[in-house]
């Protein structure tokens, strides 16, 4: 399957279009399979995709999929009959923890004002007046993109961040904080050297992209990535 990695590709992609304009979700109707049918309009997939999916749908979802034959496959091969089938599925398919990826970006921001610095808010320009009042960003939501790089991960007032939610930021609305994401960027940077590069570069640059100008030509990639998002994935936009 393609993904919105960049380091491969150098662009970012979709396997499936769909009817225009896209309907946009309401919190307060119920979402239930008849009201998708009738609200959602049609998607579409290649004739050569569509026929992947008749052949090889059953490795990916049912009673024949991988997932579910590794994890038949390990409590098999348990010889104490304490590994389930139930246990193995349960691990294979959790959702990748956030918390020490955020600890390490919250660690660096603090020491900022440990050292008798400041903040101001990546998105509202306005100081952050305290660590407790500092919110960490996954500048493209979690819930979207399961990325927890260095990178993706700027300080927020509690306020802004508990506006922003799960939307992905307008990309005039970025172009206008740049000076504030590279800064982080920059910071960040300089306390975690190599992972930062390592991540930046398979998400945003590419694995072989010259070490010089890195800030524009990543900035830029990161725009590229919001835009298509919301223009060709359909994702809420945010501004402030």
């Known amino acids: 399957m393609k ?19 896209l309907y946009r979700l309401s919190g307060d109707n119920p979402v239930d399979r008849s009201h998708l049918i009738e609200n959602f309009g049609r998607f579409f997939l290649s004739r050569d995709l569509c026929t992947v999916f008749e052949h090889f749908g059953g490795f990916i979802s049912g009673e024949e999929c991988l997932l ?15 590994v389930t089938e139930e246990c ?3 691990l294979l398919t959790r959702t990748p923890t956030t918390e020490r990826a955020i600890a390490d ?3 660096i921001y603090r020491s900022v004002f440990e050292e008798g610095g400041s903040l ?13 009042a500092m919110h960490i960003d996954h500048v493209l939501p979690f819930s979207v ?13 509690d306020s802004v961040n508990a506006q922003k939610r799960d939307r992905i930021p307008d990309p005039a609305l970025l172009k206008s904080r740049k000076e504030h994401v590279i800064g982080y960027w920059g910071l960040l940077h300089d306390h975690v050297p190599r992972p930062f ?10 694995l ?3 070490r010089n100008d890195w800030q524009d030509r990543a900035f830029e990639h990161l725009t590229e990535k919001c835009a298509y998002l919301i223009d060709v994935r359909g994702y809420a936009a945010w501004a402030i």
Not at 68 to 80: L, R
Not at 120 to 132: F, L, N, R
Not at 145 to 157: C, E, I, S, T
């Open 3 to 21: 993904h919105l990695g960049y380091s491969q590709s150098k662009e970012h992609y979709s396997v499936f279009d769909y009817d225009r304009p």
């Open 68 to 82: 579910k034959k590794w994890a038949g496959f390990t409590a098999a091969a348990d010889k104490t009959g304490t």
């Open 88 to 90: 193995m599925l349960s």
């Open 105 to 107: 970006a919250r660690n």
């Open 120 to 132: 101001a808010c990546v998105w509202s320009g306005k100081a952050i007046p305290s660590p407790d």
């Open 145 to 157: 993109w399961k990325n927890n790089d260095l990178w993706n991960l700027l300080p927020a007032l």
């Open 197 to 206: 590069e390592r991540e930046i570069s398979v998400s945003l640059l590419g």
């Open 208 to 210: 072989q992209a010259p």
